[in-house]
C-alpha cells in the first residue's frame, strides 16, 4: 500500500481555518486520496476523497496538489466538534479495499 | 441519514468464551467490513465481504475468526476462542459501489473486554 506522512498533531484556535497537510510522494496513478477523522469514543467517519481536483462538501475542501504527492484537508472554521484524529489514506479506486489507516494527525482545537 | 449500528456497545467475556458481534450495515450497501482498534493503537483491516463470501482477509483474521451475514440485514463477526489480546474496539463499515468508492461508513462499535 502507499504510505501518507502527516504530523502527529495540530492545534487551531476555534473558528480559524485549519490546514491538516498529507504527504504521498509514491501515489499511483489510480489511488484516490481519502481522508476520515475519529472523534473520541467514536467510530472513524468519511470525511472527503478526491483523485485529481480539489474537492469540497458540507465538511471540508480537499486541495491536491498538480504532482498529487501531497494533499491537504482544509476546515474552513474549527470548531470544538472538530477535535478529533484525522487520517490521510490512499486506496485504489476497486470499491472494495480495505483502509489502512496510519496514525492520523491529533487536532486540538482551542476555545 | 441512514447509518450503520452496532450492538452490543460493550461486552465482557471470559478468555474461551465464544462472542458474536452484530452490525446492521446501510441497507442499500454492497460491502462490508470489520475493523478493529487496540485501546491506543491503530485501526487495523480484518476482513471485507461481498456476495456472501469473504473477499479479503489479513493476518489477524485467523481461524478464531468468522463472519456471516445470516439475512438481509445483519452482519457478524464471531470469535471462537477470545483471548486476552482480541480485548479492543471492534468496528462495522459498510459501502456503496461505484459512483462511492470507498466512501466505508462505520459504526460506533463494540467494545470487547476479555479478562
Known amino acids: 500500500d502507499a504510505k501518507t506522512t502527516q504530523p502527529n498533531s495540530m492545534e487551531s484556535n476555534e473558528e480559524e481555518p485549519v490546514h491538516l497537510p498529507c504527504n504521498h510522494s509514491t501515489i499511483s496513478g489510480t489511488d484516490y486520496i481519502h481522508w476520515y477523522r475519529q472523534l473520541p469514543s467514536q467510530g472513524p467517519e468519511y470525511v472527503i476523497h478526491?483523485?485529481?481536483s480539489n474537492v469540497n462538501n458540507r465538511m471540508a475542501s480537499l486541495a491536491i496538489a498538480e504532482d498529487r504527492k501531497s494533499s491537504t484537508l482544509i476546515l474552513h472554521r474549527a470548531t470544538l466538534r472538530d477535535a478529533a484524529v484525522y487520517y490521510c489514506?490512499?486506496?485504489?479506486?476497486?470499491?472494495?479495499?480495505?483502509?489502512?489507516f496510519g496514525k492520523g494527525t491529533r487536532l486540538s482545537v482551542i476555545a | 441519514e441512514p447509518e450503520v449500528t452496532q450492538t452490543p456497545s460493550h461486552q465482557v467475556t471470559q478468555m474461551g468464551q465464544e462472542v458474536i458481534l452484530h452490525c446492521v450495515p446501510i441497507s442499500n450497501h454492497l460491502y462490508f467490513y470489520w475493523y478493529r482498534q487496540i485501546l491506543g493503537q491503530k485501526v487495523e483491516f480484518l476482513v471485507s465481504?461481498?456476495?456472501?463470501?469473504?473477499?479479503?482477509k489479513s493476518e489477524i483474521f485467523d481461524d478464531q475468526f468468522s463472519v456471516e451475514r445470516p439475512d438481509g440485514s445483519n452482519f457478524t463477526l464471531k470469535i471462537r476462542s477470545t483471548k486476552l489480546e482480541d480485548s479492543a474496539m471492534y468496528f462495522c463499515?459498510?459501502?456503496?459501489?461505484?459512483?462511492?468508492?470507498?466512501?466505508?461508513?462505520f459504526g460506533p462499535g463494540t467494545r470487547l473486554t476479555v479478562l
Open positions: 489514506i490512499l486506496s485504489a479506486s476497486s470499491g472494495n479495499t480495505p483502509l489502512v
Open positions: 465481504f461481498y456476495n456472501n463470501e469473504i473477499s479479503e
Open positions: 478526491g483523485l485529481t
Open positions: 463499515a459498510s459501502s456503496d459501489d461505484f459512483l462511492l468508492r470507498d466512501t466505508q461508513y
